[in-house]
């Protein structure tokens, strides 16, 4: 029934498996922002003074709490665990999904900012020519800010799901924002390695654009 109308879809062809399978689908799309944005910011760990690695220790440690608790609420949303895709269960209770989803999206948000503005302050004492710092910032925060831009209209998109009743016309655009901002971190996490791929693959390039300096 996704991309149709709720009222739209007979009850007797409405299939439990499309809740199950969303609620696999979701602990394995938290998990799989939790490790992109871990694997930034060791990369960071590796190249910064003692001072800014406390704020990414910080920061990887509000990412996998929060993580943690974004992606696994959904296996224990209903008590009992059915409750959550079979209609046909009256009793029990299950938690408001939709706020622990807008609370993963704001602090989704919140950390991609971080991670956003994190190279800014990791490079500017960093000694590498001119260029070539630029470069890696731009780099890191082209990344960054379309992750960033992508969790807000995901947040946005996971609001209006909240207030709206009709879940198998809303869920689509929701999980379309959802799928294009794990792959946007995903992609984000292998940005910084562009240097030894151009570096390999297009070495006149490379050797142009960084032995330059101003």
Not at 94 to 118: H, P, Q, R, Y
Request: aromatic share 14%; with cysteine.
């Amino acid at each position: 029934g996704l991309g149709r109308h709720l009222w739209d879809v007979p009850f007797s062809t409405f299939n439990v498996k499309f809740l199950k399978f969303g609620a696999i689908c979701l602990t394995f799309y938290g998990l799989s922002i939790m490790f992109s944005k871990i694997s930034i910011l060791v990369l960071f760990l590796r190249s910064l003074p003692q001072k800014p690695k406390k704020a990414i220790y910080t920061t990887i440690i509000v990412v996998v709490v929060y993580s943690l608790i974004g992606s696994f609420h959904w296996l224990f949303a209903c008590q009992p665990l059915q409750k959550f895709w079979d209609l046909n269960i009256t009793h029990g209770s299950c938690i408001e999904w939709s706020k622990m989803n807008i609370f993963s999206g704001v602090m989704n948000t919140a950390t991609d900012t971080v991670i956003l503005l994190l190279p800014i302050f990791m490079l500017r004492k960093v000694r590498l020519p001119r260029w070539e710092r630029i470069g890696l910032v731009l780099a890191m925060m082209t990344g960054g800010l379309a992750a960033s831009c992508s969790s807000v209209i995901r947040l946005e998109a996971t609001i209006d799901m909240a207030a709206n009743s009709d879940i198998t016309w809303a869920y689509v655009r929701n999980g379309i924002w959802w799928m294009i901002e794990m792959h946007i971190a995903i992609v984000c996490a292998c940005l910084p390695i562009w240097r030894a791929f151009l570096r390999k693959h297009f070495p006149h390039v490379v050797r142009y654009t960084f032995n330059t300096s101003v």
